[in-house]
């Protein structure tokens, strides 16, 4: 901005609950996806994505229609041309329940099983916007389905500690986990703790009074503290475990130790809805605990028989990648990039600015990150440009250079620079920038080479 001019209000503005990724977001973002690519290669999980919007029904099965998400932040799509089978389609709150309807869709049962799947991207939620908590944001999720094997679920753990750690946040989490039995155990418990509210109703907040009709689950997280008082005195999930999940709980927390993974038993870590089992746990910021949370995640046996599928067992785990960036933030960790400007091309006059579109092209093909040939600016204000983009080297053409066929290379730390033969150019760049910071792309060929990917 040209000083003393005044910035004018912008006509539009980013809806409520919703913000821009910008550059330095997506820096983040970039760094990662890297990171989540390169441990889901690492253990077998294949990318999938799923349409952004998907029929009602399947998130209302899948997450619960009495739960927080779909009671009020459902976001439903209605077409301009709204036909029968439009009128109830949503945007995916979340990615586990739609994965499941591709599994059971595309036949993957037929498939060797376990199926292990991530997703990376967003998703929505209606609810009004809080810090941390967006109307659109980003999430990645990995699935584990087919096979109920206790080893499975530490592995997916063990992997999630990886990536947190690959991202130099693990320090600042700890890993919550519970084991909630099966439906069948939560059904009696439920209702033990109905019997235990009778006659205790009305010390209830009414949005609690309400959920003890619903769901009476979810007064087990309940923010309201005369909630939490009752609760002390009421019955417990733990009571009401059977041997079966015990077991298996203690063969997880074996296995867990095996890979040196430190947790934090949490007993008060439950799930709302018949088809979660067995395990649950969820990474929580350790000054501030479930409120910055970067994820959740537990085994959902019956979630596929819900959809319409046969009986399937399986595992998910999802986490926020604002939340992740935030952690990240907080502990002022740089997100490492590629996005210097090696070289500034500078020039003045038609003939010179010919020839330099060619340098500049020829340049990006070897790998240099370059920027130049703007406007027609003196060069006194291109060398400021320069400075600007932080570019480590300059190179000069103006008229005189273009009729010499010569170049002036400029250093500008070092802040001197020689004249040189205009075809020396690209090789005396490459010199100093080294040809192992040199950024090329290639997509290899099927002979066991790898290729990145978006």
Not at 242 to 247: F, G, L, Q, R
Request: with cysteine; charged share 30%.
């Amino acid at each position: 901005m040209v000083r003393g001019e005044i910035m004018a209000q912008p006509l539009f503005r980013t809806p409520k609950g919703t913000h821009d990724k910008l550059p330095e977001d997506h820096r983040y973002l970039t760094y990662i996806k890297k990171a989540l690519r390169h441990r889901a290669r690492q253990a077998g999980f294949h990318r999938i994505d799923t349409p952004v919007f998907e029929n009602r029904v399947i998130f209302e099965r899948g997450i619960g229609e009495h739960t927080d998400a779909i009671e009020k932040e459902l976001y439903f799509v209605t077409p301009k041309q709204q036909k029968d089978e439009d009128s109830e389609l949503a945007l995916r709150p979340e990615f586990t329940a739609g994965i499941c309807r591709s599994y059971i869709e595309h036949g993957m049962h037929l498939l060797p099983q376990p199926v292990q799947l991530y997703a990376i991207g967003p998703v929505f939620r209606h609810d009004r916007p809080q810090k941390g908590r967006y109307r659109e944001h980003w999430q990645f999720n990995f699935e584990i389905i087919g096979l109920r094997d206790a080893s499975l679920d530490a592995q997916l753990i063990y992997m999630l500690t990886q990536i947190y750690d690959d991202l130099r946040i693990l320090s600042q989490l700890q890993l919550q986990l519970n084991n909630i039995g099966t439906g069948e155990s939560r059904r009696e418990f439920v209702a033990a703790l109905k019997e235990y509210f009778i006659g205790k109703e009305r010390n209830l907040p009414e949005l609690d009074r309400a959920r003890l009709d619903t769901n009476p689950l979810r007064l087990l997280d309940s923010k309201e503290e005369d909630t939490q008082l009752l609760l002390k005195n009421a019955p417990k999930l733990s009571q009401f475990i059977d041997d079966e999940s015990k077991h298996y709980h203690e063969t997880l927390l074996g296995y867990l130790e095996e890979l040196d993974v430190h947790y934090t038993e949490n007993t008060g870590l439950v799930r709302g809805l018949d088809y979660y089992t067995q395990t649950v746990f969820e990474f929580w910021d350790k000054s501030t605990g479930a409120q910055n949370s970067v994820g959740g995640g537990g085994r959902y046996d019956g979630l596929i028989e819900l959809l319409g599928g046969k009986p399937t067992p399986g595992i998910g785990y999802a986490s926020g990648l604002e939340r992740i960036i935030w952690q990240m933030k907080e502990a002022e960790i740089p997100a490492p990039h590629k996005d210097q400007i090696d070289v500034f091309v500078a020039q003045l006059g038609p003939e010179a600015k010919k020839k330099c579109l060619r340098l500049i092209a020829d340049l990006r093909k070897k790998g240099v990150h370059t920027l130049g040939a703007l406007g027609e600016a003196s060069l006194k204000s291109q060398m400021r440009l320069a400075d600007h983009f932080g570019a480590r080297f300059t190179l000069v053409l103006g008229k005189m250079e273009a009729k010499k066929d010569v170049i002036i290379l400029r250093d500008m730390a070092a802040g001197k620079q020689k004249e040189i033969p205009f075809d020396q150019a690209i090789p005396q760049i490459i010199e100093q920038i080294g040809k192992k910071n040199l950024d090329t792309y290639t997509i290899r060929d099927h002979m066991g080479e790898e290729f990145d990917e978006d």
